[in-house]
């Protein structure tokens, strides 16, 4: 039996025991993660520091403290989330006790991304946990030192039987794809995207697709156009550009270009001082592959800002494109680092031809301070996620879904979403074995008076408070005795 094997059936084998089903249970595990963020602060944002060049303030600010905000919600919105949901009733339940009841699913594959490595795995993990599963934790590969510090702390802090963590490369992550699971929640591109929803179509697993696309930026020329590029480029070349909801293109008039270049590198400056490489908030691309990768999408473009880098440090600087044609190299995949082609359009038709044109992306980005404007994007357009005049930032709402649409993911997670996502939401309806009368109707043989009765019953739904359901159950008691004739 393989490491991964292994690693399945241990997991599967606690969650048979029931322990992860208690609430009280449950919280402890997620205070007992909730203090691995607090104690092990250094040893995470070292590891980060070593495979993406953030500092220790960035990693703070970009991976756990999301992650402890979604922590302290569960734990204090758990037994509500977690409790029966009642649901409306027609004349024919109205006795019954008829309600949603969330349950475990069971075990949950969570595969995560290297590009905010704790963020991506360890947010479907709080979910996985608060909705009573257990689920084996596969960490990006990519990201080497965090994927073994999160190796060495998860087992000391929450149960290594129920969420083990399992290393590896591609052969592991294809070992652990021919195994069964009930859920699988993928964050990352959308190629192996693929490779994950056949594998789990063997099982009928269900799926969560977290991937990512061409992120769209329209700039409306009657907005405040420095603090949109101020946004646009915080957004842009935070983590390198290295980020699934980045900002992937610009799309603006040809009379505000100019505007835009010099406040995007305004901007840059600001944010990076004259020299980014030296900067310490500015990270580095994951590894030389995706170096060469992104070098290569400049070539047939012309660059406005940056355009230099250094295969050996991984540093690409801050890149702005002009004038990019839609066949561009640029322009045919994501980017997924920190270039930023501006495309000219005549307004904000084109612009929204220009979109639907493309795969629907994961997030959609517009700036202006017309209302009209913002509202023609949104309904004229579909996205994972849309934000009017900043960038990002809807990530960080945990009452928000997030996730994709198409090309760009299918399901979504954050906050009591998760929750669901994680859970099965069980219908129940509760009858006791009286008023039989009422249910001749529904018995052979099959009269026009009975499908008369059956129609009212069915068809009619109330809203009424206690003393009108107390009329309506009398109401029935007489029915039923004048339907026990028909």
């Not at 109205?94 to 349950?103: C, M, N, R």
């Not at 090309?407 to 009591?416: E, I, L, P, V």
């Amino acid at each position: 039996m393989s490491r991964e094997q292994q690693a399945v059936a241990r997991a599967r084998k606690a969650f048979e025991t029931g322990r992860s089903r208690p609430l009280e249970y449950r919280i402890i595990q997620l205070k007992n993660l909730q203090r691995l963020f607090i104690e092990r602060e250094k040893d995470i944002s070292d590891a980060i520091k070593k495979d993406l060049n953030k500092s220790e303030v960035g990693t703070q600010l970009y991976e756990t403290m999301g992650l402890e905000g979604e922590i302290n919600l569960a734990i204090r919105k758990l037994k509500e989330w977690a409790a029966p949901r009642p649901v409306e009733k027609n004349l024919l339940t109205l006795s019954d006790t008829v309600y949603i009841q969330p349950e475990p699913l069971g075990l949950v594959l969570i595969i995560g991304a290297w590009n905010y490595p704790w963020a991506v795995t360890i947010q479907p993990l709080i979910g996985a946990i608060a909705a009573g599963n257990a689920a084996v934790v596969k960490p990006s590969e990519v990201c080497v030192h965090t994927a073994k510090v999160m190796e060495d702390l998860l087992p000391l802090y929450i149960d290594k039987e129920l969420y083990p963590v399992v290393t590896g490369g591609v052969a592991e992550t294809q070992e652990l794809l021919r195994q069964r699971f009930d859920y699988i929640f993928y964050t990352g591109n959308g190629t192996v995207g693929k490779v994950i929803m056949e594998a789990a179509a063997k099982h009928l697993t269900p799926v969560t697709l977290e991937l990512g696309g061409k992120s769209p930026c329209y700039i409306d020329k009657n907005c405040d156009i420095s603090i949109a590029c101020r946004r646009i480029t915080w957004g842009k070349y935070t983590n390198c550009g290295q980020t699934c909801i980045a900002p992937d293109y610009i799309l603006c008039d040809p009379s505000i270009q100019d505007r835009v270049i010099e406040e995007v590198k305004k901007s840059i400056k600001d944010f990076y001082t004259e020299n980014p490489k030296t900067c310490p908030d500015y990270g580095r691309i994951i590894n030389q592959r995706h170096f060469k990768r992104i070098m290569a999408l400049v070539g047939d473009s012309t660059v406005a800002a940056g355009g230099d880098g250094d295969e050996s440090d991984c540093f690409i600087a801050p890149t702005v494109l002009r004038d990019v044609k839609p066949d561009a190299k640029v322009m045919q995949e994501e980017i997924f680092g920190p270039i930023l082609p501006i495309l000219p359009v005549s307004g904000l038709d084109e612009a929204i031809k220009f979109i639907n044109k493309g795969e629907k992306p994961l997030a959609l980005y517009v700036f202006s301070a017309d209302e009209k404007v913002i509202s023609r994007m949104r309904d004229e357009t579909s996205s994972g996620g849309f934000l009017a005049n900043d960038c990002l930032v809807h990530f960080s709402v945990s009452s928000l879904p997030f996730g994709g649409v198409g090309n760009s993911g299918m399901g979504c997670y954050h906050g009591k979403f998760s929750f669901d996502q994680l859970s099965h939401l069980r219908g129940c309806l509760i009858k006791k074995l009286k008023m039989e009368g009422v249910n001749n109707m529904r018995y052979p043989p099959h009269t026009p008076k009975k499908l008369g009765w059956a129609r009212f019953f069915f068809l009619t739904t109330f809203d009424l408070g206690w003393a009108g359901r107390m009329l309506l159950l009398a109401l029935m008691a007489v029915v039923a005795a004048f339907v026990l004739q028909l």
